[in-house]
């Protein structure tokens, strides 16, 4: 049970059209706590990340952040995409700017920054994540892991209170996947909340708290990694984890 909770989802439901991608959803995140979402193809791990900063409404149901109810539009849900930022699978970092006014922009934007405070952020930032040296190139001149690292320090430029990532490695190549998963698990040390969609069951052993397992829209476990990994409950679970845990 989390006693500080900062992300809420009550009987959450979601459709496209007919069909009911997330279903009866009841998921609570605590404050500073990391909760690796995983499932099948298809099972809304992505829509529910989207549910969360309001990137897809909901049918029915309640989602709180921080003991608010999400706003609906307007400057609250600006404010709320800054609270909750997000880091997808690809990195969408513009291109024709350089790492550093990527990192910057939206502190300019959003924060309302003035520019030697927003650049004086972002190098801390771009520190933080290893890439001090690298401020002044453009994306395109650097590593695909190097890139994500970019959209991570941006996402932590708004100083949110939580991050989620949707398979924040799967585009990269093997060789990059371990220098982004280490930013996360010093993020998760340093007690940033995170729902993190991902496939690297290392990690979620490693950093998660907890593990939500879903299958066909329903949160099927919810669970410690430990006891997840070692007993899962369901067919659904023990069948999935058969099949990723063999290659
Ligand atoms: N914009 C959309 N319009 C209609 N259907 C959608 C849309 N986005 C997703 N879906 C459908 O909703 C269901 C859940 O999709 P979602 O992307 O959340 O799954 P996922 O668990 O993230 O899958 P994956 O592991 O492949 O990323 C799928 O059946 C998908 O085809
Ligand atoms: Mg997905």
Redesign the pocket.
Known sequence: MAVDPLIELRDVNKF??Q?H?LRDINLTVGRGEVVVII??????????CRTINRLETIESGHIAIDGRPLPEEGKGLAQLRAEVGMVFQSFNLFAHKTVLANVSLAQLKVRKRKKDDADRRSRELLERVGLASQADKFPAQLSGGQQQRVAIARALAMDPKALLF??PTSALDPEMINEVLEVMQQLARDGMTMVV?THEMGFARSAANRVVF?AD?RVVEDRTPEAFFTAPESDRAKDFLSKILKH
């Open positions: 496209y059209g069909l991608v499932g099948p193809s298809g099972s809304g791990k992505s829509t529910l949707d398979e969609v879903m829209g």
